[in-house]
């Protein structure tokens, strides 16, 4: 019976997301029961788009991408898909009416990535918004749950914070991004002059795009505070370990938080959403 296939299928976006993302994973385990599968679902999605266009050295990423594109909308069509990640996403599509077009500027992000771009400035907030804003905005469809005015309202604060998540994995990627995949979404960047300066206006550009994000975050339903602002936790500790890092040394090792200190800032972030202190 296929509710059997759609649990099965369920069970491998979680996977996939537990596999792949400690604080991501986090995040989804604190939110309502009832948003979990669907966030897993999208994390589920994304991230085998950006392994097909990161880590399948050896095979023509272009016809996988494709190939997956394809069958990501005959799944929404057809309501079913043999690729249960597939399966379990066109779910979340249909039901929460996500918008193709969303779906259309993520995969052509991930098309960015199978070409050697010097990045202008328009071409990175291009990037990001596809890799990354409409992501976020995939996810508040769920959060909001059929809430048409909330969605509106929380619209420009989930794509701050997708920017911000985003800004982020460039800066703590940099080293394997510019030395393994030879890219640098940066604009205007010489990354073999990497200068404190360059550094510091990254950051700067970074802040804002949280604090802003902030305001939407305390906005958003209980049913799904608590975790995205564990995942903004998490996010924003990173982002204050890096600024603490030479410029140069950014370039030549990846920062990371410790899982004793992530379950730390778990504790915390909980404490304060229960009592209401964000």
Known sequence: ????????????????TTAYSTSFSLGIYFLNNRLRNPIYAIYGFVRFADEIVDSF??????????KFKTDTYEAIENGISLNPILNSFQHVVNEYQINHELIDTFLYSMEMDLEKINYSKDKYEQYILGSAEVVGLMCLHVFTEGNKGMY?????????????FQKINFLRDLKADYQDLGRSYFPNLDLSKFTTDAKKTIE???ENDFKEALIGIKKLPSSSRGGVYLAYVYYY??????????????????????????????LNSMVQHKMNLL
């Open 204 to 206: 700067i550009e970074i």
């Open 152 to 164: 509106e309202e929380l619209k420009p604060y989930s794509m701050k914070l997708g920017a911000a």
């Open 237 to 266: 500790s990173l982002f204050k370990k890096i600024k603490t890092v030479p410029a140069h040394k950014v370039l030549t090792e990846r920062i990371r938080i410790s899982n004793s200190h992530k379950f730390g800032l778990m």
């Open 57 to 66: 050295d050896g095979y023509d990423k272009k016809y996988l991408l494709q």
């Open 1 to 16: 019976m296929k509710l059997l296939f759609d649990n099965v299928s369920a069970k491998c976006s979680k996977i996939t």
